[in-house]
């Protein structure tokens, strides 16, 4: 089936730990993106990637870190840095636009927990 | 800055209703619109998306439509059900240099039987 798999499901950090959390997908899709959900929240942009080697950061992305070395996969890492990390953490791939007639509908993972213990 | 809006925030109504989720934005410079469903502790699954050359667009008992000029978009759902009762999320899309969907703080739906 084509998607987005996301992994673990729940993960739990201790404090001063680095933890990296898996994305990927076999949309074919270019871009790439990591989105942070708190109660109450909307979604937050962590960082977004258009293309493989490419990645910028967004609305969030103090103490968090990506790598996109294949087109296939985004991972994200949490550093010790980052010293809110519990939520909930989404990744997403779409199309990157090209213009208004693009399609570029957004497809998500079913998300990681983090826990910070 | 593009901020998005959805009301209500919360909605309770019993099996059977026609309801409408509203979802307004500020700048009206959009790519496109998508509406999403999310169920308790997992991830958004896409509804309708509806680009910005689009009035509307249908998928069973949804209807979406995109109004850019006034920066609003309602989704329509019809003969509501338990099934449906979930978390609502609108998110516009921009493009360009600026590549990102920008999400509401959705409206939470409860169908009660």
């Known amino acids: 089936d084509g998607g987005i798999t996301q992994s673990p499901k729940y993960l739990f950090r201790k404090e001063g730990q680095n933890v990296t959390l898996s994305c990927e997908q076999n949309?074919?899709?270019?871009?790439m993106y990591w989105y942070r959900q708190d109660p109450g929240q909307g979604l937050r942009l962590i960082y977004y990637?258009?293309?493989?080697?490419?990645?910028q950061k967004g609305d969030i992305a103090e103490g968090y870190s990506v790598s996109r070395e294949k087109k296939e996969s985004f991972p994200l890492t949490v550093t010790s840095a980052q010293k809110n990390p519990t939520a909930f953490y989404l990744c997403?791939?779409?199309?990157?636009?090209?213009?208004?007639?693009?399609?570029?509908?957004?497809?998500f993972g079913q998300g990681t927990r983090l826990t910070v213990v | 800055k593009q901020e998005v809006t959805q009301i209500p925030a919360a909605l309770s109504v019993p099996e059977g209703e026609n309801l409408v989720l509203n979802c307004s934005f500020t700048?009206?410079?959009?790519?496109?619109l998508q509406w999403f469903r999310q169920d308790p502790g997992k991830g958004l699954t896409s509804l309708l998306l509806?680009?910005?050359?689009?009035r509307e667009q249908t998928s069973g008992r949804l209807n979406a439509s995109l109004d850019k000029s006034s920066g609003r978009s309602t989704l329509y759902i019809a003969a509501s059900q338990p099934g449906d009762s979930a978390t609502y999320l609108c998110?516009?899309?921009?493009?360009?240099?600026?590549?990102?969907?920008?999400f509401g703080t959705g409206t939470l739906l409860a169908v009660q039987p």
């Open positions: 700048d009206s410079a959009i790519y496109n």
């Open positions: 990637s258009q293309i493989v080697n490419d990645f």
């Open positions: 998110a516009v899309y921009r493009g360009g240099a600026t590549n990102k969907l920008i």
């Open positions: 949309l074919n899709h270019d871009a």
């Open positions: 997403a791939s779409s199309e990157p636009g090209q213009g208004i007639l693009m399609n570029t509908e957004a497809f």
């Open positions: 509806i680009q910005s050359s689009q």
